[in-house]
Structures are given as C-alpha cells and as structure tokens.
C-alpha cells in the first residue's frame, strides 16, 4: 500500500471512531482516491472517497462519505454519506444524504440541493436558494448567511449579516452586527466568488415562516427589519459596544504611543518571519522552492488542501487524546495502573511535541512559503536578476505580508488565506515526494 494511502487510511480510522460526531453512514470496504477531480454522471464510488483538483465536480453517486479540496468543489450528483470540503467556491446542486462540513469564501445550495442532515459551515459567504433544503439543523459562522431556502430544524448563527427569507421548522439563535456599524467589508469589497456584500444586521422577510422563536444578540433593537414574525415571538437580547475612551484629551500622546505600538508589533512579526526564513535557507534551501512552485501552480488545491488538513489534524488531535485517555484507564484497570502513567506520559508527550510542530507550520513556515512566491514572483519582473538570488525575494515577501497583515479586517482574512495556502501547498509537495518513493 502507497504511503499516501496509509496516512489518510490512518486518518479515516481516527474518523471513524467518533462516527456519531461526523455522522458517518455505513461502512466502508475501502477507500477511493481520485486526483482528475471528475466523477462521471455514470460512475458509482462504492467506498469513501478523497478527491482533490483545482476543480472538483461530483456528477454520479458515491456510496461512502467525501473528502475534497480544490478551489471549486461542485456536488451535483448524490453522496450517500457525509461531505467534509475545503474550498474557495463549494457549490451543492444535487445531494448529500449525510451532513456537511465546510470551510470555504463562499458555500451555494442551489435550487433542487439538498442535505439529509446538517450543515456545518465557517467562512465569508453562506447562501441557500429558495427550492435548497437542509433536512436538520444549520450551524454557520460568517460574515453573511443569505438563506431563502427550507431548513427542517434550527438556525445557530454568529454572523455580521443574517437574512432570512425562506422557511425554519424550528427556532433561530444569531449573534449579529448593528446596521451602523461601518463595514470594513463593504469598503473592500468580499473574496473571490463573493457577488455581492449585504450590510450588517438581521433581516427577516415578510415571505420567512419561522415555527420556532427567533433570538438575536446585538447592539441594537432590529425589530424593524423582521416583517414576519415567527410563531414563538422574537426576543432581543442587548450585547453593548465596547465604550470608546476619550481621546480629546493628550491627543497627540496617545497617537505617538499607538503608532509606536503598531510599528514594534510589525517589526516584531517581520523578525521573527526573517529569522525562521534565515533558518530554513540554511538548513533546507530547496523547500522554498518546491513548495512555491506548488504555491504557483496548483493555488486552488493549495488552498482546499489547507482548509481540510487543518481540520483533520486539529480534529485527529482531539481524538488522538481521548484514544490515549482510554487506553491509560483500561491498562490502568488491568495492571492496577502499572502502565496507566507510563501512557499518559509517553501519549501526551508525543501529542504535545506534534501539536508544537504542526503550530510553527500553521503559524510560521505557512506565511513563508507564500512571502517567498510572492516576492520571487514580483522582483523576476521588477528586478530579475535579484529574483535569482533565494534571499531577496523572501525579504521582500515576508515585508510585503507583515504590512498587509496589519490592515484591519483584511489582514485576518488575508492571514487566514496565506495560511491555508501555505498549509495546503505543503502537504501536496509531501504527497508528492511519497508517490515518487513509493513507485
């Protein structure tokens, strides 16, 4: 067996154990992986199945669960398990008898979509068509969640924006912003794949039938803006701004401090960035390289496949320590606890050393990777003959992110995105290396 196939069997198996939690159907008698990105209208997947490409479409029937990454990810045929996706664009117009669990900038459930179970989504844009159906509860965190389609159970939403125009069988829970609020996000603009950023606040319209209550945490009364009231009433629950102090007084003081603050805080990450960056170019000169030309080539995957191991590993982490909490006991019950410590100690020891590792790659190496593409790709046509030179363009990148980085709002996401891509990138050129030596 290819050792890329031992490591995600070796994930699924950690999956599996806490099946209730993803809600996984069935069993399966192996699992399919498919790099094309292509599943015919004609073609039945009798397994699980990993697919990733810079565009997944899923048109025939897969009897398993599905793990895919890409920078669009298309479900119109069925998946008869559970959807765990990472993309930019995921779009769902056919169905999935299971749940969906998906970070992506934007999630679609077109017209005629629907899911059995529940919707597990974080990201910049969640939108259900009116016909879209979502058979249990839908949990999102967003800046907006545009729903005009059918939900059978209820709404928990933390979200700048809440638009309700479709049906809820039961009740809505959201935490959202004020309509006056100044939205960064609209000065900006939204992601790639994003048409269109509401402004803040909940709306629900005169067309929503809500069975349930409606629940909403913000800070300010909206009443005017749910034309339909929901069977069960509606309560508005008071979450205050932060008081802004007086600035009118030592003015000038507190600009010098804050300016000072911001810049010691930049030059801070940018040193850091430098000195681990210095460290990699002295001990592994040609991983900035090969990760980058992933980074340029395969950018869609890059970003999926980050968004998926992130949450595999984090989530493997979790499971990982009750599997070893579990084991401590039952040997601590069988021996009478002579090897119950010696597991707790060499189990978390060991979780805790991956843990670190998997943390320095998520919070340092992922932000190089793409610092160093960035700047190769600016200076080979500003200044050729310093792109040459490995040094220069990641100087220049990791500047060009620690700026970039301290814009408010933008900075997050762009953080976040640099991250998954930084993430993703890497795990491709592993899974690459591993096909090679496997061959």
């Excluded at 009740?171 to 803040?200: I, K, R």
């Amino acid at each position: 067996m290819k050792m890329k196939h031992k490591v995600l069997l070796f994930i699924l198996a950690l999956v599996l154990l806490s099946g209730a939690g993803f809600g996984l159907v069935g069993t399966a008698k192996a699992v399919e992986f498919d790099n094309d990105g292509t599943i015919s209208s004609e073609e039945v997947i009798d397994d699980d199945l990993f697919i990733t490409s810079d565009t997944v479409e899923i048109n025939g029937t897969v009897k398993g669960d599905v793990f895919a990454a890409g920078g669009l990810v298309k479900v119109n045929g069925t998946i008869e398990g559970s959807l765990v996706a990472g993309a930019q664009t995921l779009i769902i117009d056919g169905t999935v008898q299971g749940s969906v669990y998906a970070g992506a900038s934007t999630f679609t459930l077109d017209d005629g979509a629907a899911v059995g179970r529940n919707v597990f989504f974080g990201g910049f844009n969640l939108t259900s068509e009116e016909g879209s159906t979502i058979g249990r509860d839908l949990l999102v965190g967003a800046y907006q969640a545009l729903l005009s389609g059918q939900i059978e159970r209820d709404i928990q939403a933390g979200a700048g924006a809440l638009e309700i125009n479709g049906s809820v069988g039961g009740d809505v829970y959201a935490e959202v912003g004020s309509p006056d609020d100044t939205q960064q996000t609209l000065f900006f603009g939204g992601p790639p794949g994003v048409d269109a950023v509401v402004p803040a606040g909940i709306r629900i319209s005169e067309t929503a039938e809500i069975e349930g209550t409606v629940t909403y945490k913000s800070s300010k009364d909206q009443s005017d803006a749910i034309e339909s009231q929901p069977a069960q009433g509606v309560t508005f629950k008071y979450e205050p701004k932060a008081e802004k102090k007086d600035t009118t007084k030592g003015t000038g003081v507190r600009v010098a401090t804050l300016v000072g603050s911001w810049f010691i805080n930049r030059l801070r990450i940018f040193i850091t960035l430098l000195v681990l960056g210095a460290a990699i170019l002295w001990q592994l000169p040609s991983l900035l390289e090969q990760v980058g030309s992933t980074v340029k080539s395969k950018t869609g995957s890059s970003i999926g496949w980050g968004v998926v191991t992130v949450i595999i590993a984090y989530a493997g982490a979790v499971i990982l320590a009750g599997i070893i909490i579990t084991a401590g006991i039952f040997f601590g019950v069988v021996t009478l606890g002579g090897l119950s410590k010696t597991i707790f100690a060499v189990g978390f020891s060991s979780l805790g050393l991956a843990l670190a590792v998997f943390g320095l790659l998520v919070s340092y190496i992922s932000k190089l990777v793409v610092s160093f593409t960035v700047g190769e790709l600016i200076l080979k046509k500003a200044a050729p003959n310093y792109a040459e030179q490995v040094a220069w363009p990641l100087i220049l990148g990791i500047l060009i992110y620690t700026f970039l980085r301290a814009i408010p709002f933008l900075g997050w996401w762009i953080g976040l995105l640099v991250t998954f891509t930084g993430m993703g990138a890497m795990w491709l050129v592993y899974r690459d290396r591993q096909f090679q030596v496997s061959e």
